[in-house]
């Protein structure tokens, strides 16, 4: 795919990118650019959390690597929403979850990586 079908796809049912610029550059020097996102595990995930998964399916098709934090200790420091007996559960099913979300949207998830 070459750059500029990588930025179009990037933008797509984007609201707005910082330095435009800076995206281009990424997109046409860097040999393995990367994104990251991310995400309290505070409670159920629900058909919202499509619109990142769209997202970052639109990144890995353009050829970045994609990093997701499941933010376990921010989920807890949240108004205890996330007891810290409940967190290594939570982060498991937050992964497994998002996991089959992207492959049910046809992402390949070779270069996904969970933090």
């Given at each position: 795919?070459?750059a500029?079908?990588?930025?179009?796809?990037?933008?797509?049912?984007?609201?707005?990118?910082v330095?435009?610029?800076?995206?281009?550059?990424?997109?046409?020097?860097?040999?393995q650019?990367s994104?990251?996102?991310?995400?309290?595990?505070?409670?159920?995930?629900?058909i919202?959390y499509?619109v990142?998964?769209m997202?970052?399916?639109?990144?890995?098709?353009?050829?970045?690597?994609?990093?997701?934090?499941?933010?376990?200790?921010?989920?807890?420091l949240?108004?205890?929403?996330?007891?810290?007996?409940?967190?290594?559960?939570?982060?498991e099913?937050?992964?497994?979850?998002?996991?089959?979300?992207?492959?049910?949207?046809?992402?390949?998830?070779?270069?996904?990586e969970?933090v």
């Amino acid at each position: 795919m070459d750059a500029d079908k990588k930025l179009k796809l990037i933008k797509r049912n984007t609201e707005e990118i910082v330095k435009e610029e800076e995206l281009e550059d990424l997109i046409k020097n860097k040999k393995q650019p990367s994104a990251y996102i991310g995400m309290a595990c505070t409670g159920r995930i629900h058909i919202g959390y499509f619109v990142p998964i769209m997202k970052i399916k639109d990144f890995l098709e353009a050829g970045f690597s994609f990093k997701i934090l499941i933010a376990d200790l921010h989920a807890h420091l949240d108004d205890r929403k996330a007891p810290f007996e409940l967190l290594d559960k939570r982060v498991e099913y937050y992964r497994e979850t998002l996991k089959a979300m992207l492959k049910a949207v046809g992402a390949d998830i070779k270069k996904l990586e969970f933090v």
